[in-house]
């Protein structure tokens, strides 16, 4: 079996948002359709708004700005975005 690809989510997960199940939802969904293993975790912001983020987001393959703002620490999520582009790391956000 491969290795899990890891997905880390940066956003502060709401239980009462749609759009976050959906986020999720739509991961497994294809790595399910891919026959990949997958492991997803939401980043919740705060914890990016420190000079510790880049240890943090390295440890994902790839990473996901989350719909639902406006967000805990805006700062954190400006970092992770930051870390994303500037270390050229697979990215995307709604």
């Known amino acids: ?14 239980p009462s948002y749609h759009s976050h199940f ?12 891919l026959n990949v293993p997958l492991r997803v975790r939401w980043i919740p912001t705060s914890t990016l708004a420190s000079a510790g ?10 990473l996901i700005a989350s719909p639902g703002s406006p967000y805990k620490s805006f700062a954190g999520m400006l970092r992770g975005i930051e870390f994303a582009r500037t270390q050229d790391w697979p990215f995307t956000g709604t």
């Open 53 to 62: 983020a880049p240890k943090i987001l390295g440890r994902w393959d790839g």
């Open 22 to 33: 959906a986020t999720n939802a739509a991961l497994y969904d294809a790595a399910a359709k």
């Open 1 to 14: 079996m491969r290795n899990a690809i890891r997905i880390g989510v940066i956003g502060d997960f709401e």
